[in-house]
């Protein structure tokens, strides 16, 4: 099977009909040339958004912040043509109008955790995820909780929340997790030694503190779909394998 | 409205830091994008009967942003200025020496794409904005969308794979 470079970047970055992902996925394990193409457009993606990740974390200039709250005040781009560049008018018509599903709650906390988001999971000094090679691989708290953390006995307050773990068809442990204050979720399997990433997404807002979530995001949950073996593991079987190591069953 | 105007504002503040990274991948100089980060803020505030609760507020500055950006390009190529001032290296945003080497190598090579492939790059690897969601803030098919994506994403590798091999022109 043939896929051009299109296709393979929209399954890069978690666009694809998981019935496209489940293909693709199936192909890429008997194509070595194939996952290394998509590895390619994830290592860029990754490349790009851990570069500018860090300026997050910069303080906003002042000049910024009175011009956000309406302060009026000499500014220093009024030289700049496109200060008296008319705001073009489009009539009821703006890029959000279409997107009716979203609710202000979600909103008012996608202001504050979308921003958070990069600079969390790439900063150095607390990255929680990091590019190796061609792929995204947990560091940090992350890494240790899913190598130790179990669903059945974690607390409310820890940062890192553990789902679903369970066998992939290829014979690895996958578990899915969330980080609440990145307001990140996503899927981490043990290959190599390594939890890999193959997916991440946005957590959808939730008001107050209502905890914990009930289910992956879609994006997570068709990775999920794509790549379970049989159940999830109950939580016997969930401690047996971290004892074991998170070891690959032999298929 | 006042109220309606010390909301807005406040939640603009909390999506500064976002707003300045977007206009810092469209503009590799630093003040060229906190200028662009303003104009774009007090365009939306003037404008801010057009924003509807319930949709998505930063989706709709950085379409602001955008059509900032590219008014900006154009007044100055009108105006007769360097085409592509940036492009000098006088005014590098960011310098091997003062920021992490991944920042700077990867503002140089996103300088050099078109600007339509830029601002696709922008929204979806710097940003993380889903295809329907950028392609909504850039006003352009999806089709369109994945298409500059997929030429910016094969020029940037390119650039960045050139500039591992010689280092920094």
Same mark, same amino acid.
């Given at each position: 099977m043939k896929y051009d470079d299109e296709t393979l970047m929209a399954f890069a970055d978690g666009e694809l009909d998981e019935l496209q992902r489940a293909e693709i996925t199936a192909a890429m394990e008997n194509d070595p040339g194939l996952a290394q193409r998509v590895a390619r457009h994830r290592a860029l993606r990754a490349q790009v958004a851990g570069a500018f990740?860090? /300026? /997050?974390d910069e303080p906003s200039p002042e000049r910024l912040v009175h011009a956000a709250r309406g302060a009026r005040q000499p500014a220093a781009?009024? &030289? &700049?043509?496109g200060d008296v560049v008319q705001f073009p008018v489009r009539g009821s018509r703006h890029? +959000?109008?279409?997107?009716?599903? &979203? #609710?202000w709650g979600a909103i008012a906390a996608s202001l504050v955790l979308g921003g958070l988001i990069s600079w969390k999971l790439l +900063?150095?000094? #607390? +990255?929680m995820m990091a590019a190796s090679g061609n792929s995204l691989v947990a560091r940090g708290a992350l890494a240790s909780a899913l190598d130790r953390q179990l669903a059945s006995t974690q607390l409310e307050s820890d940062s890192v929340w553990i789902g679903l773990s369970f066998q992939a068809r290829d014979g690895h442990i996958c578990r899915s997790f969330e980080l609440r204050d990145a307001g990140t979720a996503g899927l981490g399997c043990k290959v190599d030694g390594e939890w890999k990433i193959p997916v991440t997404s946005e957590t959808p807002a939730r008001s107050g503190d209502v905890r914990p979530a009930a289910s992956p995001p879609a994006a997570v949950l068709r990775v999920i779909e794509a790549r379970i073996s049989g159940d999830p593991l109950d939580p016997a079987a969930e401690e047996k394998a971290r004892d074991a190591g998170w070891k690959a069953a032999r298929r | 409205m006042t109220a309606r105007l010390e909301e807005i504002g406040e939640h603009i503040v909390a999506l500064l830091p976002r707003l300045r990274r977007f206009a810092r991948s469209l503009s590799r100089n630093q003040h060229d994008a906190d200028d662009l980060t303003q104009v774009a803020v007090e365009r939306a505030l003037r404008h801010r009967q057009q924003f509807r609760a319930g949709s998505n507020l930063a989706s709709w500055l950085f379409g602001i942003m955008k059509n900032a950006w590219l008014d900006d390009r154009r007044s100055r190529a009108r105006r007769g200025e360097v085409a592509l001032p940036e492009d000098s290296g006088e005014h590098p945003a960011v310098t091997p020496a003062d920021t992490d080497a991944s920042l700077w190598s990867v503002s140089e090579a996103m300088n050099k794409l078109p600007e339509d492939q830029r601002l696709a790059i922008a929204c979806v /690897?710097? #940003?993380?904005?889903s295809y329907k969601e950028a392609a909504e803030v850039l006003e352009i098919p999806i089709g369109t969308l994945t298409s500059r994506l997929a030429r910016g994403r094969s020029a940037l590798a390119a650039a960045l794979s050139d500039e591992g091999k010689g280092g920094p022109s």
């Open positions: 990740g860090n /300026l /997050l781009n009024t &030289r &700049r043509g890029p +959000a109008t279409s997107w009716r599903g &979203r #609710e +900063a150095p000094s #607390e +990255a | /690897l710097v #940003e993380g904005m």
